[in-house]
């Protein structure tokens, strides 16, 4: 009796967890298709939470942006009617996903659609019959949906419960006859028609059809978050009928890897965490050439303490043969490379497989006209600012046929056992030397050197360096610094923005993991000014400033111009 009892507990126990993750899945999955490339989800209850915390409401966000004239007096009453009477639940859940297809005569359709929750249809159609530009236009009754073509390209479609604002686009391309030997036009496709089986899929597939049935998917909204991100390789691969080399196993290579992400607005930052999964032949390949990790002291020495961006990587390069061998094309790149006097091999091994790069002394305000240069060194006398590339060499036979068929084709020049820029090199401004150890890449001759010499520690944010130990890839990137440099002119229409866009932001952290065996860890951090306060409610601010910013240029623009032309702007000064 006893275990009947216990067994009977663990059965419910069961139970109510499947139930509990099952709730996690938000009920919106099964309007959106299998085949979506991307999608990202919000939660606006949430977010609102957060700001009204912060003393923000969306009133107080209105009363902000639009001030007491008629234009922004008309725009304010459009918006709390779309707010207060279209019928929409603008606490529930919102999502906005895409859908690309390579059509049979190998077009391209994109669809981009906003879906949201619904409280009263019936309230909807009331408001749309009110609006100016919906005037003239059918609200037509499906069986499981209603819809309202707004426009070329654009469809309304509802239910009892949600609703859907689609975009579409239809690109087509001049296709050759080969018979006449002449590009032809193809016929004009039916845009609408096409839209409204797009839409109408949304609405009548079948759960196994939609996201609700693929566990990434709904796996990642048992992570609570303020937002979610996902992505398909999977709509990719109708387009690989297109290339003009069918590849074995690309298909296979490509098909079923995803990226989930979650976003969330902690005080102070704003955090993205992204996993990475891949399908069983790409795991295979990520696990057998495991990579290292980014070695920190290619970035040591570099010599400025005004440092704008870091780009750091490791990674094995055998990866990129074993990709190959796995595509059953080794052979056939050896092949087309013969004429070269190198196999593919010696590419990806002629380096170790660590890059650097780092970006520093960004500022507009050190621009000279071209025409101001200095004789000695033949460079501008205040260059827009400074960088180093520079990547270990591997195999050092295979990196000097690479460089001495460079030289054989005037890019490069060789002294000794140096290379030096030259041709294509010296004509873009930059300054190149590689030898037996490295290949370096610089906006100047006194950078490198300084670079090389060792002489001068870089400072680089401490709490950023620590974040970039033990990772595969790591982004950094200096906002406030950056912005800096590009506020000196007062006078700037949008000087304002930027000035409060730079006593915003701080700086953007991005690292990625190597792969686990199962998956690809990656985080990505965007740090604030004000540690303290929540970054919605941050980013909002300025957001909101800039709106303003924006309205109140628009409107000088708009009032020059009827100074300008009292009659109104001419068609031809209009179009163009």
């Not at 610089?442 to 709490?463: C, F, G, H």
């Not at 991005?510 to 985080?523: E, L, P, V």
Request: proline share 3%; aromatic share 8%.
């Amino acid at each position: 009796m006893k275990q009947i009892v216990r067994t009977s507990f663990l059965v419910l126990l069961m139970a109510a967890t499947v139930v509990s993750c099952k709730n996690k899945t938000p009920k919106e999955a099964k309007y959106i298709p299998k085949e979506a490339s991307f999608v990202l989800s919000l939660d606006p209850q949430q977010m609102q939470d957060k700001l009204q915390k912060g003393g923000i409401s969306i009133d107080t966000l209105i009363k902000r942006i639009f001030k007491n004239d008629s234009l922004d007096t008309k725009d304010k009453v459009r918006i709390n009617e779309l707010r207060e009477n279209a019928g929409i639940d603008w606490n529930g859940k919102m999502f906005v996903f895409m859908v690309q297809k390579t059509n049979g005569d190998n077009s391209l359709s994109n669809t981009v659609s906003v879906l949201g929750s619904l409280k009263e249809p019936a309230k909807l159609e009331a408001y749309l019959k009110t609006q100016e530009e919906m005037k003239g236009k059918e609200i037509k009754k499906e069986k499981e949906y209603s819809y309202l073509v707004m426009g070329a390209g654009s469809m309304l479609a509802w239910n009892d419960q949600q609703v859907i604002v689609t975009m579409y686009t239809h690109v087509q391309k001049p296709v050759y006859d080969t018979a006449e030997m002449t590009f032809k036009r193809p016929n004009p496709a039916n845009t609408e028609a096409e839209m409204k089986v797009q839409v109408g899929k949304y609405f009548t597939q079948k759960p196994a059809e939609s996201l609700a049935d693929v566990d990434i998917f709904t796996d990642m909204f048992k992570e609570k978050a303020d937002g979610y991100v996902f992505t398909s390789a999977n709509s990719s691969l109708a387009g690989l009928s297109m290339l003009p080399l069918q590849i074995p196993k690309l298909e296979e290579l490509l098909k079923d890897n995803y990226v989930t992400a979650t976003l969330s607005f902690d005080d102070g930052k704003i955090v993205a965490k992204s996993t990475s999964y891949t399908n069983q032949l790409l795991g295979n390949v990520l696990k057998q050439y495991a990579g290292p990790t980014v070695n920190l002291s290619m970035i040591e020495n570099y010599p400025s303490q005004n440092i704008n961006g870091i780009v750091l990587a490791a990674f094995n390069p055998e990866i990129f043969g074993g990709i190959l061998k796995q595509l059953e094309v080794e052979g056939l790149v050896n092949s087309f490379m013969e004429k070269t006097g190198f196999t593919s091999q010696d590419l990806y091994k002629s380096l170790k497989g660590e890059i650097a790069v780092v970006v520093s002394d960004v500022n507009m305000g050190n621009l000279e006209p071209d025409s101001k240069t200095d004789e000695t060194s033949m460079r501008k006398k205040k260059p827009f600012g400074k960088m180093i590339l520079t990547a270990p060499v591997g195999d050092k036979l295979a990196f000097a046929k690479i460089m001495d068929k460079g030289v054989e084709q005037g890019f490069l020049k060789k002294e000794g056992t140096t290379y030096k820029a030259g041709g294509l090199f010296s004509f873009m401004g930059l300054y190149m030397i590689a030898d037996e150890k490295n290949l370096t890449i610089a906006s100047d001759s006194l950078t490198y050197v300084q670079y090389i010499s060792k002489a001068t520690k870089s400072t680089i944010n401490k709490e950023a360096l620590d974040k970039f130990r033990g990772k595969s890839t790591v982004f950094y990137f200096d906002i406030a610094g950056t912005l800096n440099g590009f506020t000196r002119d007062p006078s700037g229409a949008y000087n304002q923005s930027l000035n409060n866009a730079k006593n915003t932001f701080k700086d953007i952290i991005a690292t990625s993991d190597n792969f686990d065996g199962k998956n690809i860890k990656a985080q990505l951090e965007i740090r604030l000014q004000n540690e303290k306060q929540n970054s919605l409610v941050t980013l909002t601010s300025l957001l909101t400033d800039i709106a303003v910013d924006m309205r109140v240029q628009a409107k000088r623009e708009k009032e020059m111009d009827e100074k300008l032309f009292p009659g109104g702007v001419p068609a031809i000064i209009r179009t163009n």
